[in-house]
């Protein structure tokens, strides 16, 4: 059951499809004014959701902060990632007090889940108005099914785009990407799909291809086709400043572009310099990006990754302006320890400055809302731009983004942004994927390997041993670290057997992806929602319930070649180390010490199920 409060004027959304009437008793347990939720926990409840955000699963004894950012380091201290899913899964040990929350405004909030106080979850709404929709059913599925009703089908993806993607920010040209393909299909490593990053445009410019790098881009697409490769290019929320290129010049003559108070359309910079944001929110300036892709698709180009879209701002005109102006009053002082870091800040404090989102305006169902209000959408309607166009093409198109907020699971995928190649945050990708798709993200996955830092041969090989189960499986790193394709390693042989295992299972896998989108439940779940009564499957996070049949219990630690397994009926194990080479044994339920050698993946098949691996193909279709 669920029940909708209204508090103040809310900003619509788009989060849900269901159009619910407004109730005015508030449950027991809670408290909630026009600014704030408070809602009492019991010692033993465990607090799920939040969809993308650092730290495990249980959200509880941390603050976290509903606002779209552009955050390249995810470590512990942070409270905010790319998307705001403001909802909360609260599983009580008594099974009947169970429920969730979401808090539906678009603007910035923030959760206290015990953190100030240990039985109180605190939440602050920043801006004033919002929806409140909280959900109650008798267990921790079912409440994610009624939540997943109200904001709509998830969105699923052409089967190809569950094989393996290999990505790098900086394949320079068509050779280095024939490379990459090269390296992969005379290794027998299967592969899909090769992401082209910002390297493929023309100065940084959306829609447009750099022509000495990739000539003839038509003909390399085609090419790539017969290797049964697609091609997947990034598309920038920003759109470059330039005399003559046509996106900028449509969006301007039409008013396209987000406004500052004068009518002046704002200035800032990203990767093409300066920029204009196409006002995503205006349904017209959507419809106008979203024909834009067709620009790749009618060269044979059928998926896209959108990028920067919080949006990212690495300065404002503006504010570079007025830091340059400051800058030549230093030259005539002396500097001192102070005013060194008052300089220091005021370089750095331009990058991604959450005052600049005052200083701009969007054209929203006919009416004028500050950035500030509305921030949580921009990626969200970069998505919907994107996937609405789709909709009315006749094709299956691959799309996923890095901002959003619920509702954008509708129109395409989201990506864990920029993690760092850190044991951690293998464990990171596990809870971050089981969170995303309580919220409806259930096409996600993190860049395996990890994007920043450099990677090791063991961690990318671990890594891949738990990637081959996210419904989005992606290579991906960041330009100058170390090349992590597969076959750059001296253990490519037994990175390939692991990647062979995911093509083993590709049937499987789509088959219980597209099962849980039209069942409202997850794809990756946590061992608390098929054994709820188990006080010690509760608690575990580092094991995962995939599709109906198996649970994986992923190793996540250096040089480990071993872990604990905790089994909360009896099943049976499978070790494999490649398609081909499987040992299995069953196992009672309870505790085990299992060995996982450094080339192997376990699975246990729970009892009465069936999992069946398949031909290992070098590609899906
Ligand atoms: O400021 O396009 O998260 O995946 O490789 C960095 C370059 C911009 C951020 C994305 C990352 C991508 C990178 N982008």
Redesign the pocket.
């Given at each position: 059951m669920i029940r909708k409060y209204r508090f103040g004027k809310p900003i619509p959304t788009d989060a849900v499809v269901k159009e619910l009437d407004v109730q005015d008793t508030l449950p027991e347990l809670f408290e909630a004014d026009d600014k704030h939720i408070r809602i009492e926990l019991d010692k033993d409840d465990i607090v799920y959701g939040l969809g993308q955000a650092v730290r495990g699963l249980d959200k509880r004894g941390y603050v976290y902060n509903s606002i779209c950012s552009?955050e390249?380091m995810h470590t512990e201290d942070k409270t905010s990632l790319?998307g705001a899913h403001n909802f909360l899964l609260i599983n009580s040990l008594d099974r009947t007090k169970s429920f969730a929350i979401f808090i539906d405004t678009p603007s910035e909030l923030s959760f206290d889940v015990a953190f100030t106080n240990t039985s109180e979850i605190n939440i602050d709404i920043k801006h004033s108005s919002y929806d409140l929709y909280v959900i109650k059913a008798d267990s921790l599925p079912a409440i994610v099914a009624e939540f997943r009703e109200l904001i709509g089908r998830s969105y699923i993806p052409p089967k190809w785009a569950f094989g393996y993607g290999q990505?790098?920010?900086s394949y320079n040209n068509a050779d280095e990407v024939r490379e990459v393909v090269r390296g992969h299909r005379d290794n027998g490593i299967p592969l899909d799909m090769v992401y082209l990053?910002?390297?493929y445009m023309d100065s940084f410019k959306d829609f447009t291809i750099d022509e000495e790098a990739f000539p003839d881009f038509e003909e390399f697409v085609n090419e790539m086709k017969s290797e049964h490769i697609h091609l997947i290019p990034?598309i920038?929320a920003g759109v470059k400043i330039e005399a003559g290129y046509d996106v900028y010049e449509e969006g301007v003559k039409e008013g396209y572009f987000c406004k500052k108070a004068d009518g002046s359309n704002i200035i800032c910079g990203?990767?093409p310099g300066e920029v204009h944001f196409p006002d995503f929110l205006n349904a017209d300036a959507r419809k106008w990006f979203g024909k834009k892709y067709d620009f790749l698709i009618d060269k044979g180009i059928d998926g896209f990754?959108n990028?920067?879209n919080e949006p990212?701002i690495?300065y404002t005109k503006d504010s570079l302006d007025t830091a340059l102006d400051k800058m030549k009053t230093y030259k005539s002082e002396d500097i001192n320890i102070h005013n060194f870091f008052t300089l220091k800040d005021m370089i750095a404090n331009l990058s991604n400055n959450r005052e600049d989102y005052k200083l701009f305006y969007h054209d929203y169902k006919g009416e004028r809302y500050s950035h500030e209000l509305v921030h949580n959408l921009y990626g969200y309607n970069m998505t919907r731009a994107a996937g609405e166009h789709f909709d009315s093409l006749d094709k299956d198109i691959l799309m996923f983004s890095?901002a959003s907020y619920i509702g954008a699971h509708r129109y395409g995928g989201i990506?864990q942004?920029?993690n760092h190649s850190w044991w951690s945050h293998i464990k990171l990708n596990m809870s971050m994927t089981m969170s995303l798709g309580m919220v409806g993200f259930l096409f996600t996955g993190a860049?395996i390997g990890g994007?920043s830092s450099n990677t090791s041969p063991q961690l990318m090989l671990r890594w891949l041993e738990f990637g081959i189960f996210t419904p989005l499986m992606r290579n991906?790193?960041?330009?100058f670290t170390r090349q992590q394709e597969a076959f750059r390693f001296d253990n490519m042989s037994q990175m390939r057997d692991i990647i062979r295992i995911r093509y083993a299972m590709l049937d499987y896998i789509y088959e219980q992806f597209k099962s849980a989108v039209e069942a409202n439940s997850l794809y990756m779940r946590p061992l608390s929602f098929d054994y709820p009564d188990d006080m010690i499957a509760r608690k575990i996070e580092d094991e995962i319930l995939v599709g109906d049949s198996i649970m994986i219990a992923p190793v996540y630690e250096q040089n480990a070649t071993s872990r604990y397994v905790y089994l909360p009926e009896k099943m049976k194990m499978m070790r494999l180390s490649s398609p081909e080479n499987i040992y299995e044994e069953v196992l009672e339920k309870g505790h085990h010490y299992i060995e996982v050698a450094m080339n192997e993946v376990l699975i246990f098949v729970k009892e009465g199920k069936d999992f069946v691996l398949g031909e290992a193909n070098e590609y899906v279709d």
């Open positions: 552009d390249f790319y990505s790098r920010w990053d910002i390297d990034i920038d990203v990767w990754w990028d920067m990212a690495f890095r990506w942004g920029d860049d994007f991906h790193s960041a330009i």
